[in-house]
């Protein structure tokens, strides 16, 4: 077996695992990021590119505009409260302290750029929530990758559109108006313009946003830097030697390689969102089954638990949520990943609701997906599947779509051919078609649609909250969340429980360093994102509350694995 020596190792080349490795080699230390897939970018690819980080340096100017004033005590209330029995204190404090610097850290050192976001919290009916503890990524120019491009991975294909990534909230409000609106048709046309202008002079859209572009900047940075990468490269084995790591197997094309490493081995795997076995034992049953979908990397298999367990690691699934809960769509004659639809838009919208096979609701449809997602659980406690229906109505559906179909004037019959979207003129016959008790959808909707007249929700309260309204639609009143379902024909799509990520994971320390099952840290193992436990305990605090922690505690291990303080 071929042997190399490099002072760390970094496994998977998500957010966490590149910023472990870039913090790394800035101070010094000579690096190795393997990953499994023959692309790299992880889950963090295809996600929305944002942080969660309280006192970032951004904030203030987004405090100044929106004249929200906000604090690291009022975080920390906030994440107690969000936390509740299952808060680990120190690491709450680390995060808290270290996050901030992170930011600023990279901002300075490498080609990652940030922007202030002015985003409720998930939870703004907290005395302690905000709206600026979020940040976003900066755009990327595609060119700048060179030949790394062709290995960057992509956005999720189904969310797409003609093959142009949409970017800023901006850029997907003129796109959901394009169809009523003549100035944003006008936009939107100039974008695509630009788009299919650079497919003729490059050979693809230029224009890399999100996630995608997060990890770009980070590949950018890691590759000026002279680190290099292995795609389609397996970590398979970890070496301990006296209570510490000190080398690793790693599979290539070329056959196994063994790593001897100097400083240790950073885990950034993604957590176990396709293990169904370890799935099957962490989530509530309804949710846990085997045919389980979701649009997370198709090789975050749990490889990193699993490596950890095999040298003393311990895995904890105490948390309150096991997974970062999303509502998704499955379309019928899909195999994979790309026919699953991560409800963030329709759901929220005037003219939606979701009721469950009695034809009844179960939760504030406007509320964020994690806090969506177990209230559906609930509600089909002691089924065999947690499922629901989002039902709309055609006023709604033509102006934001529903799941995979888009709004006007995109057409959607071949969604509905394929059996994923169900079309009627009546409830009475879309109940039927979707096996909703008829009755009980009927009475319903009638009784939604008195308070949604009047803009108020007896049952859930939806609107009521700061979070709900951002997420409504401004031009709609009284209640920019609630609009009435009158309009024929009426639309229905199947919601499952799915998730974007995992929560339960690696016990760790303030260090990220792995822990036995005594407390112990496990000298030269890291673990980082998704294969960490939960620093917010399975909580959802606000957008990139899986993003923020990935990478602080990415950038915590490279520089202890330095021997530098956090």
Known sequence: MK????????????????????????????????????????????????????????SPAVQQTTGIADSIDDARAYLIEETGNHIERERVETYLDVAPRMVRFLEDETEVKFYGMDYPDYHSESAYSSTVRSIGTVDYEARRMGKDLARLKNQLPQTLFMGFAVGSGVEMIAFMKAGRSIRAAGFVAKKLGKHFLDIARYGEGQQVVRGRALVARLARSLFDLGTPLWTQSPLRHLVSQDGRIVAADVETADGPVRVEVRRGVVLACGGFPQDPERRAQAFPAPAGHRDHRNPAAPGNTGDGTRLAESVGGTFSNEVSHPAAWMPVSVLPESEDFTGVWPHLVDRQKPGFISVTADGKRFC??????????????????GKDKAEAWLVGDAAAVRKWGIGLARPFPIPHGNLVRSGYLKRAESLRELATACGIDPAGLEATVARFNAGARAGVDPEFGRGDRVYDRYQGDP?????PCLGPLEQAPFYAVRIEAGIIGTFAGLMTDSNAQVLRADGTPIEGLYAVGNDQKSVFAGAYPGAGATLGPAMTFGYIAGRHAAGLPA
């Open 3 to 58: 042997t190399i020596t490099v002072d760390l190792l970094v496994a998977g080349s998500g957010a966490a695992g590149l910023t472990a490795a870039v913090t790394a080699r800035l101070a010094g230390l000579d690096v190795l990021v393997v990953e499994k897939e023959a692309v790299f970018g992880g889950t963090t690819a295809t996600s929305g590119g944002v942080l969660w980080v309280p006192g970032n340096h951004h």
């Open 364 to 381: 504030d449809e406007s509320s964020a997906y994690h806090d969506y997602v177990p209230e559906l659980i609930k509600a089909c406690a």
């Open 475 to 479: 031009e709609h009143g009284p209640n």
